[in-house]
């Protein structure tokens, strides 16, 4: 059974900085593009980061750009979200997920709708 598991969540003031992690568990997502998303409180589930397999190929949504970095190891079936000067508007659920086609086209990218083996979420909370 696939199952991706996210950690690393918490609270931290305005400006400061946390490290999620996503571990894939019952097979290997080496080939696979993945992705963060994030759900803040009573909005839709929105569109964070993007790697595609190698790890060559980023994407960011524009309010991240330039404070988050995704990142995987491959290795180690783990893929990363370094986030720092986060905001009161960082402030939601995050979740990952893998793409469910390889090589899937860039418009795809940011579509949560072409993700599959939704982790269970870790709740980041930033506070002034």
């Known amino acids: 059974q696939v199952q991706l598991v996210e950690s690393g969540g918490g609270s931290v003031q305005a400006g400061g900085s946390l490290r999620l992690s996503c571990v894939a568990f019952?097979?290997?997502?080496?080939?696979?593009?993945m992705g963060w998303f994030r759900q803040p409180p009573g909005k839709e589930r929105e569109f964070v980061a993007a790697?595609?397999?190698?790890?060559?190929?980023?994407y960011y949504a524009d309010s991240v750009e330039g404070r988050f970095t995704i990142s995987r190891d491959n290795a180690k079936n783990t893929m990363y979200l370094q986030m720092n000067s986060l905001k009161l508007e960082d402030t939601a659920v995050y979740y990952c997920?893998?793409?469910?086609?390889?090589?899937?086209?860039?418009?795809?990218?940011?579509?949560?709708?072409?993700?599959?083996?939704w982790g269970q979420g870790t709740q980041v909370t930033v506070s002034s």
């Open positions: 997920a893998v793409h469910s086609v390889v090589g899937g086209p860039p418009s795809s990218v940011r579509n949560s709708g072409f993700y599959v083996n």
């Open positions: 790697i595609r397999w190698s790890g060559g190929r980023v």
């Open positions: 019952g097979r290997s997502f080496s080939s696979s593009t």
